[in-house]
């Protein structure tokens, strides 16, 4: 297994293994799965801020993916970064949660990210959750019935990693840009 920069050559594979997600899932909150332009268009534009969006796969075959987004929009926010982990449902439990979020991670720490954010949908996500935990996030807090998907009212975990320091000191870089300004 090899864990690589997505390209617009992903955009099927990736649309295939979200929408997965998006269908039979709630660690999206999307309720239709979107297409394989759109998955090149949202690619695009994190790859574009210079952020991390990375495959994992074998024998060229996409087994899953992970990026790091803004994580709000106001300038403050520029040192924080939102993570997102999708994998194939045949490659769940095969150690490719792990290759390709810890390669985001490395990435973000390499630009100075200081926070990472997961939003986990779905309090039960043990798989999500428990692949955080293992890579060194800690919870954060629990949202309510923030969503409402496949008949259900669904929670969000936030769970967060301190990078370069944390809070400990001040930045030492411009941090992310947020804007397309």
């Known amino acids: 297994m090899i864990v690589r920069a997505a390209t617009a050559d992903d955009a099927e594979a990736l649309a295939a293994i979200y929408g997965h997600h998006v269908l039979h899932g709630f660690g999206t909150f999307e309720e239709e799965p979107p297409s394989p332009a759109e998955m090149e268009t949202r690619r695009a534009a994190v790859a574009a801020r210079g952020l991390p969006y990375l495959v994992a796969e074998d024998g060229g075959e996409v087994l899953g993916f992970a990026y790091a987004g803004p994580f709000r929009p106001r300038q403050a926010y520029r040192y924080t970064l939102e993570d997102s982990v999708y994998i194939a449902p045949e490659a769940i439990g095969k150690g490719v949660g792990r290759a390709v979020l810890s390669a985001v991670i490395a990435a973000c720490e390499a630009i100075g990210?200081?926070?990472?954010?997961?939003?986990?949908?779905?309090?039960?996500?043990?798989?999500?959750?428990?692949?955080?935990?293992?890579?060194?996030?800690?919870?954060?807090?629990v949202g309510k019935s923030f969503g409402f998907k496949h008949g259900r009212w669904v929670d969000i975990v936030w769970m967060q990693k301190a990078l370069n320091g944390g809070d400990e000191t001040a930045p030492d870089t411009p941090g992310v840009r947020l804007s397309d300004r």
């Not at 939003?119 to 954060?140: E, K, P, Q, T």
């Open 113 to 141: 990210v200081r926070q990472l954010v997961a939003v986990i949908g779905d309090s039960g996500n043990a798989a999500s959750i428990g692949l955080h935990r293992s890579l060194g996030f800690v919870d954060a807090g």
